[in-house]
């Protein structure tokens, strides 16, 4: 059951039940969200005692293929939303008729496949950088040399974080570049003369209202997000392409939910999408002590058919990953944060901790973004051992 024009579905309330597809951090941070706000909460995950099922009233361990199971689990919720987009979709065909799901299927048949996310944004004319589709390493080839080096291949779907990704200086690397990945469909996109990255929160309800957050600057370390602040350090006409781009986004994909827009911004000024996150993003985290209103409230609202309301940032803002790197030689000198009593601290309860494995994040608020950034890295500098 998706939302369709000029049809209103009664809203769903405290007391309702919230059914959450994923088990990770985010939806542990929506579950607990949902829970302070009086709802009961399902989750479903093929992993057992998930960081998400902490929060949870109840927790449904199965394989994201079992139709059975997804039925089941759909006629205990009022509504279905997510909290990571790399769920298979077909097996959801099954139910969507019958159960209110949001974002809509449609939204990520557009974004979990990085060749339809890419051919949505030309079909609208949203600027991104120049990509092909790449079905063969002929293709590959062909592309390399039509749209220049280097540029890096992508899978179109299941990557993350750097994951499926191989960087081409050289068209004699096609060959292995395609076998690396697997031989699998992918897009090459053109590497841009970039300043910097930022992202966009946009939050959109089933009457079409919208409310956005950022632009967040991001810095990331190993193709993973490092830190993120706000506001960002760029010009007004930056941020107010950013914002309306994403708001562009938002309509255009028939969002009711919330997306993180992720975009590059080129050392010629130039704003240009990189990626649509269909749910809370990890730049987003610094909304829950950094805005009046944070993601997840966001998300809540907008899934349970309720308005959305403004962010309102209420001053300089950063965020910190803690990789499991952190853990390397033991547990972290978590008695240390002491000394920054601005630091607020969230672990996810995952285990084990492994190298470049999400495991938390360090939040503060201060009276500058420089500010900001120091303490916030200075802490979590402070917890190895």
Not at 59 to 66: H, I, R, S
Not at 92 to 99: A, G, Q, V
Not at 237 to 260: E, F, N, P, T, Y
Not at 309 to 314: D, E, H, K, T
Request: glycine content about 6%; hydrophobic content about 45%; overall charge negative.
């Amino acid at each position: 059951m998706s939302d369709k024009p000029n049809t209103i579905l009664p809203a769903i309330l405290p007391g309702d039940t919230l059914g959450i597809l994923g088990g990770g951090q985010l939806g542990r941070m929506l579950a607990a969200v949902a829970k302070r706000n009086g709802y009961r909460v399902w989750v479903y995950t093929p992993e057992s005692n998930s960081p998400a099922s902490h929060f949870a009233d109840w927790t449904v361990v199965a394989d994201y293929e079992d139709v059975d199971q997804l039925k089941l689990f759909a006629a205990q919720v009022d509504v279905i939303t997510f909290e990571f987009e790399n769920v298979p979709v077909e097996p959801l065909r099954f139910i969507e008729h019958d159960t209110l799901m949001r974002p809509g299927l449609d939204v990520f048949d557009t974004v979990r496949s990085r060749i339809n996310e890419k051919s949505f944004l030309a079909k609208n004319d949203i600027r991104c950088a120049p990509f092909a589709v790449i079905e063969s390493v002929e293709q590959l080839r062909s592309a390399a040399e039509r749209i220049g080096l280097p540029a890096v291949l992508k899978v179109s779907a299941g990557g993350y974080d750097g994951k499926g990704q191989f960087v081409i200086d050289d068209i004699s690397q096609c060959p292995r570049a395609w076998e690396t990945l697997g031989a699998q469909p992918a897009t090459l996109e053109k590497f841009v003369d970039l300043a910097c990255e930022i992202s966009v929160l946009v939050a959109r309800d089933c009457h079409g209202q919208i409310e956005t957050f950022g632009p967040i600057e991001n810095y990331h370390s190993n193709h993973i997000l490092d830190y993120s602040v706000v506001p960002a350090a760029v010009t007004s006409q930056v941020q107010d392409a950013a914002v309306l781009i994403s708001r562009q986004v938002a309509d255009k994909i028939g969002l009711v939910g919330l997306i993180c827009v992720e975009f590059f911004v080129t050392v010629q000024q130039e704003v240009m999408v990189n990626e649509i996150a269909p749910r809370p993003h990890n730049s987003g985290h610094l909304t829950i002590e950094g805005a009046v209103t944070c993601q997840f409230e966001q998300q809540l609202n907008a899934v349970c058919g309720l308005p959305v309301v403004p962010f309102l940032l209420r001053q300089p803002m950063a965020m910190a990953n803690l990789l499991g790197d952190i853990w390397a030689n033991g547990e972290p000198h978590w008695e240390r944060l002491n000394q920054f009593p601005q630091v607020k601290l969230h672990l996810y309860d995952k285990f084990p901790a492994k190298p470049g494995r999400k495991m938390g994040h360090l939040t503060i608020i201060a009276d500058s973004r420089e500010q900001a950034i120091d303490d916030v890295l200075a802490a979590r500098d402070q917890l190895a051992r």
